[in-house]
């Protein structure tokens, strides 16, 4: 396993124990030759690449990293102008280099290693002989993962002045693959993770954001899969773009039935200036193969993004169970209704409690003080210290909201600095929120929200930061760059944010921060680099909730997905549910509560001390287990999933009905991911109820149900595996089947 190379024919075998990638030099040009289940290697392997005429030309060659304009018409990885103005360059193959582990991307997130046994990586060198351009292709292979990090490096050699104007992070041609389907996730504000399949059908299947910011609408995630891949067989190849900003996927289909899938930072409205001796870095693009489904393709990804994408201190601990003032209160709150909350929370198990908007400046209302970092005396008059010092005594740790990249135009920041946002000189400035969006490719701007975070950090025992940005990017210039730069400034606004979570994160790394933007609008692997977990969407209705953590659990891992207990009737959608099935969905993320506890009835009280119990006991397994969808929300009036050990010992499995349905059919639930050989108990985490089956009746027959004929029922059931002999003894003495509500 490893990089095995060819010399002659120039052939390059990228191989993990369960997985093979092969590119080869023709004609100078590196092609891709294969992706898919671990090929043996054997000498030689160059008869692998038939499908490919040898007089066909670039326009049916299977590039690795494509250009346009001399012989290729498909879309290109790259496009670079010259200082005569032309944008013809011809990369050809100059070297190649082997590197134990991993490299890092200087300024950008990435996925890593923590030894170099975990991984090899290949650097291939292209040139262009006429302008100097140089580009090095990244391919970093896991040795026990089915992963490929792709990037690339894009350099000027020459002695004239280069502009990128289109730079891509990868591209795969699958020759001959006609019959590929595009899935990818969209959605919007308060409806993200919706999962979206279609055909790739000749010509080009797109998804892209041109907001600044990676968004509600589309993920940078996408999955191309064969027509017969469900969650647990087919093939399925993911690619996910390590990138906050404006992205761009694409996968093109050609008349000779050969589809190029590329993906980076979008080329709409981008350029980047290369000096001699300058470099540019394109994010990473991560891709993941699976031969057996989208299930086996999630958990890969969860794996990998939970152990060697997320640092620090909470990587591997057990996340805290949280309580949030805002849907509480509001703007409206002083010390003491503060403390109230957080009395009743620490009543029931809660162990953390987070103060949201409204605390700074003169924050009433959504249109004022953003950038004022300094608090608020009026609500607190005795300062955050005090406020967090109460809460601590009662045994929760204390939180607290950021909105760090905004200014508010009503705020003493923006009186003071009004060249501090992104804005075109005589041009209107938008606001979103009564909000306009700080400049972060200043480093002056960096500089201040540092020093009033840390400010607040070392004053305050600040134990958790909810990070949250909630408006696109709108004239999207810079006063701080010339006019042949300024069509950098969104790339440069993430690099300067990246800048500035690395050092505070660094700087503070006994705080657990989480990512917001507005819910889901930033939920990407770049901001996972800094933030182990996203507030998955402000929509905290627990029908609506089913479909967006499935959908989001496509791609991100459970223990990055943000899910709350809200108040009735939902503040979203208005719907009423009960509290056992808001808990549920709830419990099946990183759980909390996001209402006022003050406000709760004895017997509602009860029922949150019995699922914070209930989650301090599984929430090992539902962070840090492996995720199998069951029933797609999507797709059913019905919708489950489970959580399995790694040495599939120990499971909890949740189910739901939205409606209640006449007449029901006898029901069984058909569970995953367990071993057939192995005896479970099984006890119903609602009845307390408990059978003995067998994996494989399990996987096989499934678990018996017994319906209840009520909408927004719910149940979740605890397995663990019995090895000796009594397993079979203990079946006489417990139900065949479990109840649920």
Same mark, same amino acid.
């Given at each position: 396993?490893?990089?095995?190379?060819?010399e002659q024919p120039g052939?390059f075998h990228?191989q993990?124990s369960g997985m093979s990638?092969?590119?080869?030099?023709?004609d100078?040009?590196?092609?891709?030759?294969y992706?898919?289940d671990?090929?043996r290697?054997?000498e030689?392997?160059?008869?692998?690449l038939?499908?490919?005429?040898?007089?066909a030309g670039l326009?049916?060659?299977?590039?690795?990293?494509? +250009?346009?304009?001399?012989?290729?018409?498909?879309?290109?990885?790259?496009?670079v102008?010259?200082?005569?103005g032309t944008?013809?360059?011809?990369?050809k193959?100059?070297?190649y280099r082997?590197?134990?582990?991993?490299?890092?991307?200087?300024?950008?997130p990435a996925v890593?290693?923590?030894?170099?046994?975990?991984a090899?990586?290949?650097?291939?060198e292209?040139k262009d002989?006429?302008?100097?351009l140089k580009v090095v292709?990244?391919y970093?292979?896991?040795a026990?993962r089915?992963?490929?990090?792709?990037?690339?490096r894009?350099s000027n050699a020459?002695?004239q002045?280069?502009?990128?104007l289109?730079?891509l992070?990868?591209?795969?041609?699958?020759?001959?693959?006609?019959?590929?389907?595009?899935?990818y996730?969209?959605?919007?504000w308060a409806?993200?993770?919706?999962i979206t399949?279609?055909p790739?059908?000749q010509?080009?299947?797109?998804i892209?954001?041109?907001?600044?910011?990676?968004s509600? +609408?589309l993920?940078?995630?996408?999955?191309?899969?064969t027509?017969?891949?469900?969650?647990?067989q087919?093939?399925? %190849?993911?690619?996910?773009?390590?990138?906050?900003g404006?992205?761009?996927?694409?996968?093109?289909?050609?008349? &000779?039935?050969?589809?190029? &899938?590329?993906?980076g930072?979008?080329?709409?409205?981008f350029?980047?200036?290369l000096n001699?001796?300058?470099?540019?870095q394109?994010?990473?693009?991560?891709?993941?193969y699976s031969?057996q489904?989208l299930?086996?393709?999630s958990r890969?990804y969860?794996?990998?993004?939970r152990t060697?994408?997320?640092?620090?201190?909470y990587r591997?601990e057990?996340?805290?169970?949280l309580v949030n003032n805002w849907e509480?209160?509001? &703007?409206? %709150?002083?010390a003491?209704?503060?403390?109230s909350?957080a009395k009743?929370?620490?009543e029931?198990?809660?162990?953390?409690?987070?103060?949201d908007d409204?605390w700074f400046?003169?924050?009433d209302?959504?249109?004022?003080?953003?950038?004022d970092?300094y608090e608020?005396r009026?609500?607190?008059?005795?300062?955050?210290?005090?406020?967090?010092k109460r809460?601590?005594?009662l045994?929760l740790k204390?939180g607290l909201? %950021?909105?760090?990249?905004?200014?508010?135009?009503d705020?003493?920041l923006?009186?003071?600095?009004?060249?501090?946002?992104?804005?075109?000189?005589?041009?209107?400035r938008?606001?979103a929120?009564w909000q306009?969006?700080?400049d972060?490719?200043r480093?002056?701007v960096?500089?201040y929200?540092?020093?009033?975070?840390?400010?607040i950090? !070392?004053?305050?025992?600040?134990?958790y930061?909810?990070?949250d940005m909630?408006?696109c990017l709108?004239? /999207?210039?810079?006063a701080?760059l010339?006019?042949?730069r300024?069509?950098?400034t969104?790339h440069?606004?993430?690099?300067?944010?990246?800048?500035?979570?690395?050092?505070?994160?660094?700087e503070?790394p006994?705080?657990l921060?989480?990512s917001c933007s507005?819910g889901?609008?930033?939920?990407?692997p770049?901001?996972?680099?800094?933030m182990?977990?996203?507030?998955t969407?402000?929509?905290?209705?627990?029908?609506?909730?089913?479909?967006i +953590?499935?959908g989001?659990s496509?791609?991100?891992p459970?223990?990055? /997905?943000g899910?709350?207990v809200?108040?009735?009737?939902?503040?979203?959608?208005?719907?009423?549910?009960?509290?056992?099935f808001?808990?549920?969905?709830?419990?099946s993320? =990183?759980f909390?509560?996001?209402?006022?506890?003050t406000?709760f009835t004895d017997?509602?009280k009860?029922t949150?001390?019995?699922q914070v119990?209930?989650?301090k006991?599984?929430?090992g397994?539902v962070q840090?287990g492996?995720?199998?969808?069951? @029933? !797609?929300?999507?797709e059913?009036?019905e919708?489950?999933?489970m959580?399995?050990?790694?040495d599939?010992?120990?499971?909890?499995v949740y189910y739901?009905?939205v409606?209640?349905v006449?007449?029901?059919?006898?029901?069984?639930?058909?569970?995953d991911g367990l071993n057939?050989e192995l005896?479970?108990e099984v +006890?119903?985490g609602?009845?307390g109820e408990?059978s003995i089956?067998?994996?494989?009746?399990?996987m @096989?027959?499934?678990?018996?149900?017994?319906y209840?004929?009520k909408?927004y029922?719910s149940g979740? %059931?605890r397995?663990r595996a019995i090895?000796s002999? @009594?397993?079979y003894g203990?079946?006489?003495?417990? =139900?065949?089947?479990i109840?649920e509500?």
């Open positions: 396993m490893g990089i095995i190379v060819q052939l990228l993990s990638y092969i590119i080869q030099i023709v100078g040009f590196p092609v891709h030759v992706w898919g671990r090929l290697h054997r030689p392997m160059a008869d692998l038939l499908h490919t005429p040898a007089t326009d049916r060659l299977p590039q690795e990293y494509p +250009q346009y304009g001399s012989g290729d018409f498909r879309t290109p990885a790259y496009q102008e010259l200082e005569d944008r013809i360059t011809e990369l193959y100059d070297g082997i590197i134990k582990g991993k490299p890092s991307l200087p300024g950008l890593y290693t923590e030894n170099e046994a975990e090899d990586t290949l650097e291939l292209l002989a006429f302008s100097g292709l990244l970093t292979v896991f026990d089915n992963v490929i990090a792709r990037s690339a894009l020459g002695g002045n280069l502009r990128l289109r730079a992070s990868a591209s795969v041609d699958f020759a001959g693959k006609s019959d590929l389907e595009f899935m996730l969209s959605g919007a409806r993200e993770g919706n399949r279609k790739i059908l010509g080009e299947t797109r892209d954001s041109k907001r600044g910011m990676s509600h +609408q993920n940078p995630f996408t999955a191309l899969v027509q017969e891949t469900t969650e647990s087919g093939e399925a %190849f993911g690619f996910s773009l390590v990138y906050s404006g992205f761009e996927a694409g996968a093109e289909l050609d008349s &000779f039935g050969s589809t190029r &899938f590329s993906i930072v979008n080329s709409f409205d350029s980047w200036l001699p001796g300058e470099s540019f394109t994010p990473e693009a991560v891709m993941v031969g489904g299930g086996e393709m890969t969860h794996r990998l993004y060697r994408l997320c640092r620090g201190t591997d057990e996340r805290p169970i509480a209160t509001y &703007f409206d %709150f002083n003491d209704k503060l403390v909350i009743e929370g620490a029931l198990g809660i162990e953390l409690f987070v103060l409204g400046g003169k924050r209302s959504d249109n004022s003080s953003l950038g970092w608020d009026r609500k607190l008059p005795d300062g955050l210290a005090d406020v967090a809460i601590n005594q045994g204390f909201w %950021f909105e760090p990249e905004m200014i508010s135009p705020s003493e923006y009186r003071k600095h009004p060249d501090w946002c992104l804005h075109v000189p005589g041009r209107r938008s606001e929120r306009l969006v700080l972060y490719t480093k002056e960096r500089d929200i540092y020093d009033s975070l840390a400010a950090f !070392s004053s305050a025992p600040v134990s930061v909810k990070w909630n408006r709108t004239e /999207i210039g810079s701080d010339p006019p042949e300024q069509s950098e969104a440069r606004y993430v690099l300067g944010l990246y800048e500035l979570l690395e050092r505070v994160t660094t503070f006994h705080i921060f989480e507005s889901g609008g930033r939920f990407d770049g901001m996972l680099y800094y182990p977990q996203v507030w969407s402000d929509n905290t209705d627990a029908v609506e909730r089913l479909k +953590q499935y989001t496509l791609v991100y459970v223990s990055a /997905i899910a709350h809200s108040a009735v009737p939902n503040h979203q959608v208005g719907r009423i549910t009960p509290l056992d808001r808990g549920d969905v709830a419990m993320g =990183n909390g509560y996001e209402l006022d506890l406000k017997e509602e009860e949150v001390k019995r119990t209930a989650y006991q599984i929430r397994l840090k492996d995720l199998y969808r069951l @029933k !797609s929300p999507f059913h009036n919708s489950a999933w959580f399995v050990s790694e599939q010992e120990d499971a909890v739901f009905q409606m209640a006449p007449n029901a059919p006898w029901r069984a639930l058909r569970l057939p005896e479970y +006890q119903s609602n009845s408990k089956h067998g994996g494989d009746r399990l @096989k027959l499934g678990l018996p149900l017994v209840r004929q909408d029922e979740w %059931f397995l090895r002999s @009594k397993a203990l079946k006489d003495q417990y =139900n065949s089947t109840g509500r």
